[in-house]
């Protein structure tokens, strides 16, 4: 039994024509990565399944609610 059938080197088409869309604006392109505490990493795990999402989905609308709270203390600052 030799390899798998498929078109030898790839489809060339993956990734422009065969791209996953899910419902972003805007595709995600940039990763950060970050370490936390087990205790921590756990919680966020339990709080994704609560809320049927993933644990990047809770830290980038994390990381959104807490840019949006600093530009708004600088817009009072400011004003």
Not at 13 to 42: A, C, H, M, W
Not at 47 to 54: F, M, V
Request: charged share 30%; net charge positive.
């Amino acid at each position: 039994m030799g390899k798998g059938s498929g078109r030898p080197g790839g489809n060339p088409e993956f990734g422009t024509k065969y791209r996953f869309d899910n419902g972003r604006e805007k595709p995600l392109s940039e990763q950060i990565k970050t370490l936390v505490l087990p205790e921590t990493k756990n919680q966020l795990k339990i709080l994704a399944d609560e809320k049927n999402c993933t644990v990047p989905d809770i830290v980038r609308t994390a990381i959104e609610q807490y840019l949006s709270s600093v530009q708004s203390e600088n817009s009072a600052r400011v004003s």
